[in-house]
């Protein structure tokens, strides 16, 4: 059983990673380019500092994390929560489309996961 300041932390963590992939995700949208995209011209724009600064966060709390909870159980977690979040805020903020069978197919993939990060 995972203490309540682990549980804490992930949720944080959570948070934290979701809000860098909806912050990169919406400035990225803005492009829309075919083709490649240099780096120099994404680098100077804020949501690349803010998507940045927050997977930097996620990562020093992740490795915070692991200094008191196994990497077979934080890690399972984490990509299981953390994609049925992007899922579902995906849909409700960026309108993003997700039929039925990919519910499905994500809830097998979690339970998946879930298994193999079980103690």
Known sequence: M???K???????ILAVKVTGNLVLK???ARFRLAGDLPLWRISGRPFF???????????LLYAYL???????VAYPILVS???LA???LSKALLSE??????????????AGVWLVGMR
């Not at 940045?52 to 990562?59: I, K, P, Q, V």
């Not at 692991?66 to 077979?72: D, F, I, K």
């Open 2 to 4: 995972l203490a309540a």
């Open 6 to 12: 682990s549980i804490i932390l992930i949720i944080v």
């Open 86 to 88: 992007i899922i579902g």
């Open 26 to 28: 919406t400035g990225m």
């Open 49 to 59: 500092y803010a998507a940045l600064a927050c997977f930097g966060t996620e990562f």
């Open 81 to 83: 929560l953390g994609y």
């Open 97 to 110: 489309t997700f039929k039925p069978v990919n519910w499905v197919g994500a809830l097998v993939i979690i």
């Open 66 to 72: 692991l200094s008191s909870v196994s990497l077979v």
